[in-house]
């Protein structure tokens, strides 16, 4: 499943890329990063439900972690019209970057677990990378 969905990310960048000669905006760079993020988290909540193979789930995990990491970055000023962005994320960005790390945190932690094969702890802290992407959204995304 994991291989599936990163074919089909890199299938998707790559016909984006060729389709385009301009660079792609922060938003649109942000949009697909997390539409990226919800199918990983979605993958990853399925093989939990299904009490699969959490070894599996180290790399999208990882995955959540680094774009976490980057969120910041791809919201400039400037960068919110057409988006569900509320305002509170450029006049609090220091409270958007602490819930992206938020995210970051909970998601390194969630790969951990994975790595171990530690199926309590991964389904334990499933909960809190959904806790962590809740709070963002509803302190930074217009519903």
């Known amino acids: ?71 910041p970055g791809l919201f400039p000023k400037g960068s919110d019209a057409g988006t569900k962005a509320k305002p509170e994320i450029w006049s609090d960005m220091d409270g958007f970057v602490k819930a992206a790390a938020g995210l970051g945190a909970a998601s390194t932690k969630l790969a951990e677990l994975a790595k171990a094969g530690d199926a309590e702890g991964v389904e334990a802290q499933v909960k809190l990378v959904g806790a962590a992407c809740a709070a963002c959204h509803n302190a930074y995304r217009a519903k």
């Open 1 to 71: 499943m994991r291989k599936f969905l990163l074919l089909g990310a890199v299938a998707l960048l790559a016909s984006a890329g060729l389709a385009r000669a301009d660079a792609p905006t922060s938003v649109e760079l942000r949009q697909t990063g997390l539409d990226l993020v919800n199918g990983s988290f979605g993958g990853i909540r399925a093989v939990v439900a299904a009490k699969g193979d959490v070894k599996t789930l180290e790399s999208p995990a990882k995955a959540i972690a680094r774009f976490a990491a980057l969120m």
